[in-house]
T-cell receptor
Framework: AQTVTQSQPEMSVQEAETVTLSCTYD???????LFWYKQPPSRQMILVIR??????QNATENRFSVNFQKAAKSFSLKISDSQLGDTAMYFC???????????????FGQGTILTVHP | GAVVSQHPSRVICKSGTSVKIECRSL??????MFWYRQFPKQSLMLMAT?????????EQGVEKDKFLINHASLTLSTLTVTSAHPEDSSFYIC???????????????FGSGTRLTVV
């Protein structure tokens, strides 16, 4: 079974600064997808960024980028120029890309509460 | 983009009664729906996976008879909490994966969640 670990329960950052959220995972799969989701106080889950394991290039979405280290099974999220609206709980998630009973299921990490201070 | 409408957003019910939560995919066909439970400041725990027209697959430890899931159409899935008790109080979230994989690829569209309080 896959596991996802986020070792930072809480993080804080000043507005306009950069912050990095950590995520490690454990899997025996070679093909899979990794995600970062954001859950603001409204509790609506919002996809931040997605990475396909077969792609060596790190995914980027505007101010959000990842550092994907497949061998180390690490998938950190960097938020640049942090904004007050980035305050939320962030979840790292894993999905295997092959078939089987767990196909399509997302395995979430414990989450990191990020607070952006003005 | 893809939208999943989840209702009700909040519900308070008496112990022993049943509550139904609905999730509708508004602009796509949700072939697979996932149901999660989330406690405050904790992660999402998958309860069950449902595919349109077939029985739901429940995760280990989830009571099938307490959490009834119906996915009778490609746009509607429901979760019914039967004989609810205070320990069932939680935040329930649905997530849909459409034929194209949702959100332009292998992603999922989440409902806005339902806060259930059993008194």
């Amino acid at each position: 079974a896959q596991t996802v670990t986020q070792s930072q329960p809480e993080m804080s950052v000043q507005e306009a600064e950069t912050v990095t959220l950590s995520c490690t995972y454990d899997t025996s799969e070679n093909n899979y997808y990794l995600f970062w989701y954001k859950q603001p106080p409204s509790r609506q889950m919002i996809l931040v960024i997605r990475q396909e394991a077969y792609k060596q290039q790190n995914a980027t979405e505007n101010r959000f980028s990842v550092n994907f280290q497949k061998a180390a099974k690490s998938f950190s999220l960097k938020i640049s120029d942090s904004q007050l609206g980035d305050t939320a709980m962030y979840f790292c998630a894993f999905m295997r890309s092959a078939g089987g009973t767990s196909y399509g299921k997302l395995t979430f990490g414990q989450g990191t509460i990020l607070t952006v201070h003005p | 983009g893809a939208v999943v409408s989840q209702h009700p957003s909040r519900v308070i019910c008496k112990s022993g009664t049943s509550v139904k939560i609905e999730c509708r995919s508004l602009d796509f066909q949700a072939t697979t729906m996932f149901w999660y439970r989330q406690f405050p400041k904790q992660s999402l725990m998958l309860m069950a996976t449902s595919n349109e027209g077939s029985k739901a697959t429940y995760e280990q430890g989830v009571e099938k008879d307490k959490f009834l899931i119906n996915h009778a159409s490609l746009t509607l899935s429901t979760l019914t909490v039967t004989s609810a008790h205070p320990e069932d109080s939680s935040f329930y979230i649905c997530s849909a994966r459409d034929r194209l994989g949702g959100q332009g690829g292998y992603g999922y569209t989440f409902g806005s969640g339902t806060r259930l309080t059993v008194v």
